[in-house]
């Protein structure tokens, strides 16, 4: 007897050590999720599903198989989600792998890239060469699905392919619950909704310990340099996320009022203006940004400008400024800059 209560003892410690290891693997929810194994029954009772995106009503039979993603953006919350395997080819864009998260850098680039020769002079796929991946499932964003660039939505529905344009693309004033929406949509179409639940949960929380900490600081004023033309200056006005991002961090966009997303402005308004921060956006190569950055900091029409004059300027990759994982490193990054007193 003796015998058969230790063996029971064992066995109960040995339930417990295991019950108390699945629990910590639970509460990791920015760890790369998973890949839990579907039953039958699991998929026939979760399908079909309906999503409203675009505005359009997008019906799924089934989770897609063959995925085509047009950004790292969307290629880090796919792999976030433990799905990464579903994509059969990805666009960088305008971005680097350099530029992709660290944590999901090896994963994304060890996926299928289109060929650069194929892709427009914004790092994109036409139609024709999205369709020759044979995909049931496309996304990107608003911008894409033009006829100029990867073919209209009406296009997709003629070939029986169901498309997803990032939330924040789509809405006038995009916020960072455009992003947790985006994610939730992919966890129902997926259906790995537990998974795409925590990661949101995570994302939010880290929104909140940033608005936590600035509350009640002064707020900081802001120029966003998106591109520099020909005696013109591109910067991101209040349809954009990046304004959302400024103001969350306790600062704001000197062009906030202007509800575009890139307007043009001239050197003398950004003078009038007086920015605290600059805050630079770079694309394509490494050395884009530092040398937005370094026009505005040689330009004698800006010496006396508080942001030159105290060297406040923050460089982020395009990345982190658009909607995705990134943008609450973004978040980060710019409250840091502007409040850094807030985060010692």
């Not at 003892?9 to 295991?18: D, N, S």
């Given at each position: ?72 953006s969307q290629a880090e919350i796919m792999a ?265």
């Open positions: 007897m003796k015998k058969v209560m230790s063996m029971m003892l064992a066995v109960l410690i040995l339930t417990g050590i295991l019950v108390g290891c699945a629990q910590k693997a639970e509460s990791n929810p920015g760890e790369q999720a998973p890949k839990a194994p579907e039953t039958a029954d699991s998929v026939q009772g979760h399908y079909p599903v309906t999503v409203q995106n675009f505005g359009m009503s997008a019906t799924y039979e089934a989770a897609p198989e063959r995925v085509v993603v047009l950004s790292y976030a989600l433990g799905i990464e395997d579903k994509i059969v080819a990805l666009t960088p864009s305008m971005n680097r792998i350099e530029e992709v998260v660290e944590k999901y850098r090896e994963t994304v680039a060890g996926l299928p890239v289109f060929d650069s020769t194929r892709l427009s002079q914004y790092g994109v796929p036409n139609l024709e060469v999205v369709l020759s991946q044979s995909p049931d499932f496309v996304w990107g964003t608003s911008y894409n699905f033009r006829a100029a660039n990867c073919g209209e939505p009406g296009d997709y529905k003629a070939n029986n392919i169901n498309i997803y344009a990032s939330e924040g693309t789509v809405v006038d004033q995009p916020t960072l619950e455009n992003v947790y929406n985006d994610i939730t949509n992919i966890g129902i179409i997926f259906n790995i909704e537990d998974r795409a639940a925590a990661l949101v949960e995570e994302l939010r929380s880290r929104e909140n310990a940033v608005k936590k900490a600035v509350a009640g600081l002064e707020e900081v004023l802001v120029f966003t340099l998106d591109d520099i033309g020909e005696g013109v200056y591109y910067t991101t006005g209040g349809a954009t996320l990046e304004d959302y991002l400024i103001a969350t961090a306790g600062g704001r966009n000197i062009f906030s009022e202007l509800m575009t997303q890139y307007p043009e402005v001239s050197a003398e308004e950004i003078i009038m203006r007086n920015p605290q921060h600059v805050v630079v956006t770079s694309y394509f190569t490494s050395g884009d940004g530092q040398a937005k950055q370094d026009a505005i900091k040689n330009s004698a029409d800006f010496i006396k400008v508080t942001a030159v004059t105290e060297d406040n300027f923050l460089i982020l990759s395009g990345l982190m400024v658009w909607p995705g994982l990134q943008s609450l490193d973004g978040l980060e990054a710019i409250a840091k800059t502007l409040h850094p007193e807030a985060f010692q």
